[in-house]
């Protein structure tokens, strides 16, 4: 096993390109090995649809290349994303400008957990790829639900193989919850439905309001 010796900011500020290239030039191992991170875009871009002109909340943002594709496939007015690794926000915000989206969106560095959002709301919030590096789970779901008007799609990953070969390559702290910690973790918040999307290695839930 690896000893997870970077803090989850510090392993992903130095992982811009390396990310947005899952994306932007994806391998073979990619498109084999990377299912979720495709799937868990698109259950995204189809719950921002069924909003129209909507505000969204990207929660760790990373390298934005999401961001630009929900905003320029939807009618969503403005996506607010945040990140504590600085060097996601600068490639995001670059990305966003050279894509042509640059005016409808905004990245803020800091972490969601206890960023100061003075109150704004937002009819639609994200965290894809987030929960694997967050200890306190309930926390990030109890403010998500807070900050959030209408749904809020988060990405899951299962315990097995994989999740032992990424405790094993990551050099910071990886986490993995089971279907009944998702449904445990959204006790206690406003929602109506809570739908379950299985994906490769992991699920993507969908909390309706
Ligand atoms: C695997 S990347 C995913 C990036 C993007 N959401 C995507 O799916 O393409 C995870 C990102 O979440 C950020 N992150 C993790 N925990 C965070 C927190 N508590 N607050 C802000 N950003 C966080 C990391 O810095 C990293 O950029």
Known sequence: MSKATHTAQQYWDVRSDLFANYYKKPSLFDKLFRKAVYT?????????????????????????????????????????????????????????AAESVGDRCEFVTGDFLTYNFQGQVFDVSVAAG??????????????????????????????????????????CPVYHYNEADVRGLHQGCKINSLEIIPMQGGMVTVARK
């Open 40 to 96: 868990r875009t698109a259950v995204a871009l189809k719950t921002i649809k069924e909003y129209g002109h909507c505000t969204i909340l990207d929660i760790g943002s990373g390298p934005g290349v999401n961001s630009v594709t929900w905003l320029k496939n939807s009618d969503a007015s403005h996506l607010l994303g945040i990140d504590f690794a600085e060097n996601m926000n600068e490639y995001a915000r670059k990305n966003a």
């Open 130 to 171: 987030v929960l694997d590096y967050v200890k306190e789970a309930g926390a990030l779901v109890q403010k998500m639900d807070a900050v959030t008007k209408k749904a809020f799609v988060i990405s899951w990953p299962l315990n097995g193989l994989r999740m032992a070969l990424r405790r094993y390559r990551y050099t």
